[in-house]
């Protein structure tokens, strides 16, 4: 169906993502793939909104359901959207955060039912599913010193070390998709890290 390549980055908050996303796509520029990088939540206009919901501190009210929906809602417009067309047309999209996020954060982290989160999730990913996913793993400690504290990040250290967790189940259970990623060093070692799994497997 599609001819592009999906590539997602995972991990928490402030362990280096967006930072390596834009390495991998500079390096991808210099090797002349045709390449875009897009983000969840808010990869569209629509998601922007949703997004402005999502993190905002002051809706501290917003029920573990709504939270759920509305990252799904956010993932449904940018696949159909963003996504779908640019691989399609056989691009190689960069993604910051996608579904995994869903099941670590909603599921993990909050103790739902992962197979529920999955099925929300389904309906939204159109059966979409990247070829490989980069997941930077670091102490919660070191990671959250360097986020700013928008409404998920406010919360607990426990709490994303369940989300830390959680991802590392993922790892277990699709080891061939879900590459885990040591986030200590510079940006370069993490980087060299990353790059190494591309090439070597032949990613792109
Ligand atoms: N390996 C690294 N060592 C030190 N600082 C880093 C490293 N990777 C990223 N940073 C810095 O940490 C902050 C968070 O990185 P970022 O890529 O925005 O994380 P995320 O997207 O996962 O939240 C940024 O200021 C970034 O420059
Ligand atoms: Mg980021």
Redesign the pocket.
């Known amino acids: 169906m599609s001819s592009g390549v999906f590539i997602t980055f995972e991990?928490i908050?402030?362990?280096?993502?967006?930072?390596?996303l834009n390495k991998v796509y500079q390096k991808c520029i210099e090797l002349g793939y045709s390449v875009i990088k897009t983000r969840e939540p808010g990869g569209t206009n629509i998601g922007m909104r949703i997004r402005e919901l999502l993190l905002d501190p002051g809706l501290d009210e917003m029920a573990q359901h709504t939270e759920a929906l509305l990252y799904a809602a956010d993932r449904a417009q940018h696949i159909q959207e963003v996504i779908k067309p640019a691989l399609k047309s056989g691009n190689v999209v960069l993604c910051?955060r996608y579904l995994d996020s869903s099941i670590a954060y909603q599921g993990y982290g909050l103790d739902r039912d992962i197979a529920l989160i999955k099925e929300v999730n389904k309906w939204a990913i159109a059966g979409i599913m990247p070829k490989i996913t980069f997941c930077?793993d670091q102490e919660p400690e070191i990671?959250l010193k360097?986020?700013k504290g928008d409404r998920i990040e406010q919360r607990t250290i426990e709490y994303y070390r369940k989300v830390r967790a959680g991802y590392r189940h993922i790892a277990i259970s699709e080891p061939d998709r879900f590459c885990l990623i040591d986030?200590n060093?510079?940006?370069e070692q993490?980087f060299h890290r990353i790059w190494y799994i591309i090439a070597g497997r032949g990613i792109l």
């Open positions: 991990g908050d402030g362990v280096g993502k967006t930072t390596q910051d930077l990671a360097r986020t986030a060093g510079t940006v993490v």
